[in-house]
């Protein structure tokens, strides 16, 4: 019976090793080669194609060096690094955050900063099921909205966005009430609520303006939220305190912060207009 017993794990170890084995990476910058030297960048979500350009304009510059790169939700990367996760740089798509991680002592107060800003828009599926052609269609009875989770910066920013609107006589007072009673869904992150419209599982969501661009899809249609209501976001980067490799770190945020490096962000639908918040 033991003999039986020792196989079965015997059989169990090797089937998990050879799942760990056979396990895709949906990010090829996130793979650890010991072999190199490297960099670990934490960066929000909606940064993805966008940092990914970046990283790889940084390593033809620098050869040898491989810039390993961690995207979630700057919340989650925040709670990351509070347990923490070992990274050199940190760019998070909001301030909060950013503070977060600084009072939890990984970074020093006062060396981040702004490196590019972005804007909320609207994205429907490209056959427009809802039949949305204006902002104030969101507030129709029976439409299916994505948003994502207030805890994540793009929930915050879309919640200001239906706040303000709801202070102007065109929407009217109740109409972030009305939106709200639409939501199917709060996502944990802004490439969630994208992925759900892609696949058709909702109306309209909220995202960034650089989701639209990255994304570079046909199937998609984007509805432009009014200018007078519209939030800009500004995104930080600041060091690690306990950077393993803290010159190459600081190396990686002048190339963010360059004529060059914000040239390739604004490709990706960033922009830079300055702090905002």
């Not at 009305?178 to 995202?207: H, M, P, Q, W």
């Not at 770190?249 to 962000?265: C, N, Q, V």
């Amino acid at each position: 019976m033991k003999a039986r017993i020792r196989k079965l794990m015997l059989f169990i170890l090797l089937l998990s090793w050879s799942l760990v084995a056979c396990q895709g990476d949906a990010n090829p910058r996130s793979r650890n080669k010991v072999d190199r030297d490297m960099i670990t960048v934490f960066a929000a979500a909606s940064l993805a194609e966008a940092m990914n350009q970046v990283a790889t304009q940084f390593e033809a510059t620098h050869p040898g060096i491989e810039v390993i790169i961690n995207f979630a939700g700057s919340q989650q990367l925040a709670h990351q690094l509070f347990q923490g996760a070992s990274a050199d740089v940190f760019a998070s798509a909001d301030k909060q955050q950013m503070e977060n991680v600084i009072h939890a002592g990984r970074v020093n107060p006062g060396s981040e900063q702004v490196f590019i800003n972005n804007r909320l828009t609207i994205v429907l599926p490209g056959d427009n099921p809802g039949d949305v052609y204006r902002f104030t269609d969101l507030s129709r009875p029976g439409l299916h909205v994505l948003l994502a989770n207030e805890a994540v910066p793009v929930g915050r920013y879309s919640l200001e966005v239906l706040e303000r609107a709801s202070k102007q006589p065109e929407f009217g007072e109740d109409f972030k009430d009305e939106v709200l009673l639409n939501v199917v869904s709060y996502e944990e992150n802004v490439r969630a609520v994208l992925t759900k419209i892609i696949l058709g599982e909702a109306d309209a969501g909220i995202v960034y303006q650089s989701d639209i661009v990255g994304a570079a899809r046909d199937d998609l249609i984007q509805l432009e939220i009014p200018e007078s209501i519209n939030v800009i976001a500004s995104y930080y980067v600041a060091p690690l305190i306990d950077s393993h490799n803290p010159e190459l770190g600081m190396d990686f945020i002048r190339a963010l912060l360059s004529p060059e490096g914000r040239k390739t962000l604004g490709e990706f639908g960033f922009s830079y207009e300055g702090q905002h918040e």
